[in-house]
Nanobody, 125 residues
């Protein structure tokens, strides 16, 4: 069974930074696009960022995080990262990483088949 495990969440003040990690095991994740999503209480899960399997400018970001967040991956380590800078209280949510069905990134959660358990990010004002 494939498994994704997120880590790196926590409590940070507005303007601060956090780096989330998502480690894959049990399945091949290196040849698939990977994404980060988030879900705040009472709201639907929303797209944050995605990255294609190979090197190059194959990334996509939600407008709300563009210029502040950076997604990257280390295929040798089977790990995807989300560097979050200039954090705002509205970034508070549970953050999930997920594996896409294929190699092209998508903003639609239904295009992802494996999901991690999530990591809480709380940004205080």
């Amino acid at each position: 069974q494939g498994r994704l495990v997120e880590s790196g969440g926590g409590l940070v003040q507005a303007g601060g930074s956090l780096k989330l990690s998502c480690a894959g095991s049990g399945r091949t994740f290196n040849t698939y696009a990977m994404g980060w999503f988030r879900q705040a209480p009472g709201l639907e899960r929303e797209f944050v960022a995605a990255i294609i399997p190979w090197s190059g400018d194959g990334t996509d970001y939600a407008d709300s995080v563009k210029g502040r967040f950076i997604i990257s991956r280390d295929n040798a380590e089977n790990t995807v990262y989300l560097q979050m800078n200039s954090l705002k209280p509205e970034d508070t949510a549970v953050y999930y990483c997920a594996r896409n069905y294929g190699a092209t990134h998508s903003r639609r959660p239904e295009q992802y088949d494996y999901w991690g358990q999530g990591t809480q990010v709380t940004v205080s004002s």
